[in-house]
Every structure is written in C-alpha cells, then in structure tokens.
C-alpha cells in the first residue's frame, strides 16, 4: 500500500467534476466516468491520452507516493495529518491555466505562490519519517543518471527528485501527447476547463490518496482542513 499528499478541491467542486470527468475517473468515488464531449477530439483519444493521470486522479502532488516505514501506521499517519493541517492556514491559489510540460499538459498557477511552495517543502519534510526508503529497483525506475545534482540528492533524501527547490506545482490532466497532436490538444483543453478557471481554487484541505496494491488506482482516503478550528470558523 502506498500513500501520498495531494491538493483536490472538495468533491463537490466544478473544477474537480470537470476534471474527473475528462479523465475518466472520479478519484473521491473511485467511480469511471465517461468521457466530455469535445468537438474536434475523439472519446478514444480522450481515454488513450488520459490513461497515465487517470490512475492518480486529479490532484497537485505535494508529498509523492511512499510507502510506510517501519513501526509507522495509518492511524498514526491519520492523526499527525490532522495536526500538521491545524497548523498551516488555509489560502487561495494563483489563477489556474493549462501548461504544457513538456510532451504532457496540466493546469498550474500563471503566477509564483510563495504560500504553496512553503506548504509543500513542509508537507515533504514533516511526513518523510513516515517513509520507507526506496529499494533499489525504486530508485532504478528514477533513472538517477538524468538527474541534475539538486534533484539527485532529493531523489535520495526524500525519495523524489522533484521536490523542495525542484518543486513545480501542477495538476496533471494527460501523459505524453504525440508531437502532432499537441497544438490541437492545447486548443481543446483550454477551451473545455476555460469555464472552471476563473476563479482561483483555494486551498482549504490537504487530502490523503490512497494505492491499495501496486497497480491500483489511487483513491482520497480523506481530507484534512487547514488552519485551526477557531480560525476557520472566522473564515
């Protein structure tokens, strides 16, 4: 089993609904959803294009996937989530835009959130003791040789390359889009989530996914709301 610490917006949320359903998969229910329909792109090329992000479900990663180390619990992990949460308040994002990364597109901030990126390096710091250490096939997968030094070191220190200072927020929405392909995919995906984008997301939860066997889709277990009681209820 492994676990990892996410931003989604509430279950409820257009932007989260949107985004579950051009995946595919609604990562609250676990439930299959069936592709929008978007004129100019095909329901097959949705799911072929989306079969990467489908299995993690719409999410921003802030701690990857770890497994537990030893001696650690879920129930343990559980109680010091709602803690640490307690003590970080609650803000809202940058205005969310499609981007594309590299041959993939996601949606991320247009703008730094020195906020975000201090929650991050947080989350990925507190909740390392709860991680096993990776295994040499782990750590093979990561490919270290392509790793720049920063990333390499993160890559052994905290069991992922692309954190702290490597650190790029975004909320995946395809895997690899072929290099033809990629201009029509722009357009269509900045017309489908155009409408959920106008007003920036907070973050009011840190949610904990959930992969119950290797393979399996990762699910929200449960969410975690930021900031004190006392403070959210003056919010």
């Known amino acids: 089993m492994r676990y990892a610490i996410n931003f989604t917006p509430p279950a409820s949320d257009p932007l989260t609904l949107a985004a579950a359903q051009w995946l595919g998969r609604n990562a609250f229910s676990g439930e299959a959803m069936e592709p929008p329909a978007i004129r100019g792109l095909g329901l097959h090329e949705i799911a072929f294009n989306?079969?990467?992000?489908?299995?993690?479900?719409f999410h921003g990663t802030l701690?990857?996937?770890?497994?537990?180390?030893?001696?650690?619990?879920?129930?343990?992990?559980?109680?010091?989530?709602?803690?640490?949460?307690?003590?970080?308040?609650?803000?809202?994002?940058?205005?969310?835009?499609?981007?594309?990364?590299?041959?993939?597109?996601?949606?991320?901030?247009?703008?730094?959130?020195?906020?975000?990126?201090?929650?991050?390096?947080?989350?990925?710091?507190?909740?390392?003791?709860?991680?096993?250490?990776?295994?040499?096939?782990?750590?093979?997968?990561?490919?270290?040789?392509?790793?720049?030094a920063a990333q390499f070191s993160n890559l052994y220190r905290f069991g992922h390359p692309h954190v702290m200072d490597e650190f790029r927020f975004h909320m995946t929405l395809t895997g690899p889009v072929g290099p033809s392909e990629i201009p029509r995919f722009d357009e269509m995906l900045r017309r489908y989530f155009e409408p959920f984008l106008?007003?920036?997301?907070?973050?009011?939860?840190?949610?904990?996914?959930?992969?119950?066997?290797?393979?399996?889709?990762?699910?929200?277990?449960?969410?975690?709301?930021?900031?004190?009681?006392?403070?959210r209820r003056i919010a």
Do not use: I
């Open 50 to 57: 989306t079969a990467v992000p489908r299995r993690y479900g």
């Open 198 to 231: 106008e007003r920036p997301p907070e973050v009011l939860n840190l949610a904990l996914f959930v992969e119950s066997e290797p393979g399996a889709p990762f699910v929200v277990h449960s969410l975690h709301p930021l900031g004190s009681v006392s403070a």
């Open 63 to 148: 701690k990857p996937p770890f497994r537990l180390a030893d001696g650690m619990t879920e129930a343990l992990l559980l109680r010091n989530l709602m803690h640490f949460s307690g003590q970080h308040p609650p803000f809202r994002l940058p205005k969310l835009d499609v981007v594309r990364l590299g041959n993939r597109f996601a949606l991320a901030p247009v703008l730094p959130c020195e906020q975000l990126h201090h929650l991050a390096g947080a989350v990925v710091q507190h909740f390392d003791v709860f991680r096993a250490s990776l295994t040499e096939a782990e750590l093979e997968r990561a490919d270290p040789g392509r790793l720049s």
